[in-house]
């Protein structure tokens, strides 16, 4: 071997070594976590806006550049593939909380779902009937078929090659927290803590929770309970404190012709005051009746909070109210077999309590009824208002004064 073909093999081991060592960004440590930060918030945007928004729930309309976009990086991040999560999580709304919920806490447990809910997706993926039944009109092109799907695995073993060019051998940290980072904020901690642990703002049907009122970690989606209460929504914040970074990146991919909405929670409206509630104040009420009763409970809590003042002043014991306090507007299927010997003690205590429960269930049955007309739904809400204003209850005065004003 020549001197200068020595050199040259000399040049290239040391270039090796180099890329190796520090990659070809030469990037330091907290700028290496800074990109592995922005990488994974892609993929969190991707999952939210593409996989769910788009895909599970046609809520919104990509235009065909970001949606392959958000295809590709998903392959190349996740190797998940399109049909798969779409079906499985339309098989979640469908059967929530249920048999057949294919990541429930209250199916398989809280400690199962979290630490391997990832697992839970991969069993149920292999499922043909919840294909062939919750996958339907998802991507099925060229592309789809004899690559994303059938290689679904190559994307991410090309994202390792990339991690550890640009970054050297610490690029395999990088790809490493890639390829955790939906496992866990998605699979681990929105299936699990996300119907285990929160606050709730509409008593939905299910167990979902609201895990923090700032969607920004994981996309949106710790607005849960929202989602699960509005799932065709494209916008999962509802409350003036709540923030969505989902949505703003559907407003901004909006504002470039990028995407368009089909839907968003709805949002009652309110005019004059009628004389009785009509059919319109009906079909107001019915189509936003989460934030009916979401506004009724708003009413429980601050009658419970006054009648623990007055007990207060009398130097009486108000543990039994401070249980009502929390748990008297919601649903009894979702309150602790412990707590409910509390929560009819303070009724039998307390008549405004106890009559203001019984109204609760009077108004939710305006919506649960599957017998009544519409002409009988509008006669029983003019004798509800009737009842709740002739009460001798300010609250229950008051919010039926409300509900007259509402419009459709």
Not at 138 to 160: F, H, K
Not at 339 to 347: D, Y
Not at 361 to 380: G, H, I, Y
Request: glycine share 6%.
């Amino acid at each position: 071997m020549s001197s200068s073909d020595s050199g040259t093999l000399s040049l290239a081991w040391d270039g090796l070594v180099d890329v190796l060592a520090n990659g070809l960004t030469h990037a330091t440590g907290w700028q290496m976590l800074l990109i592995a930060l922005v990488l994974t918030h892609i993929t969190i945007a991707s999952v939210t806006i593409y996989l769910h928004r788009h895909q599970a729930h046609r809520s919104m309309d990509l235009h065909p550049i970001a949606s392959h976009f958000f295809r590709f990086w998903l392959w190349m991040t996740t190797g998940q593939v399109t049909k798969e999560w779409a079906a499985i999580h339309r098989k979640h709304h469908a059967k929530c909380e249920r048999e057949g919920d294919p990541h429930s806490p209250h199916v398989f447990g809280i400690k199962t779902v979290f630490w391997t809910g990832a697992e839970l997706y991969r069993a149920e993926s292999k499922n043909p009937e919840t294909m062939a039944r919750y996958g339907h009109g998802t991507p099925d092109d060229w592309i789809e078929r004899n690559l994303y799907t059938r290689y679904s695995a190559l994307g991410v073993s090309l994202m390792l090659v990339v991690d550890v060019l640009l970054f050297g051998m610490a690029g395999l940290a990088v790809w490493a927290l890639q390829m955790a980072w939906i496992p866990i904020t998605a699979a681990g901690i929105i299936n699990g803590i996300g119907h285990w642990w929160g606050y709730r703002n509409f008593e939905a049907t299910d167990a979902s929770t609201n895990i923090s009122p700032w969607g920004i970690i994981i996309g949106g989606e710790e607005l849960h309970n929202n989602h699960h209460t509005y799932p065709t929504s494209a916008k999962l914040s509802v409350k003036p404190y709540e923030f969505d970074i989902g949505w703003m990146y559907i407003t901004i991919l909006k504002t470039l012709g990028l995407a368009s909405v089909k839907k968003v929670p709805p949002k009652m409206a309110f005019g004059d005051v009628k004389p009785v509630a009509d059919e319109k104040t009906l079909e107001a009420i019915i189509a936003n009746r989460y934030e009916v009763m979401a506004r009724y409970a708003r009413e429980m809590r601050a009658a419970c909070q006054r009648e623990v003042e007055g007990l207060k002043a009398k130097s009486a014991d108000a543990a039994a109210l401070h249980a009502a306090r929390r748990w008297l507007h919601r649903d009894d299927d979702k309150v602790p077999a412990e707590v409910k010997p509390q929560l009819a003690l303070a009724r039998a205590e307390h008549p405004v309590l106890d009559k203001m429960v019984t109204m609760r269930e009077e108004l939710r049955a305006l919506w649960s009824s599957t017998n009544a007309s519409r002409d009988q739904l509008a006669v029983d809400l003019q004798a509800w208002c009737r009842r709740a204003e002739e009460s001798g209850i300010a609250a229950l005065r008051d919010f039926s004064i409300r509900l007259r004003s509402a419009h459709a």
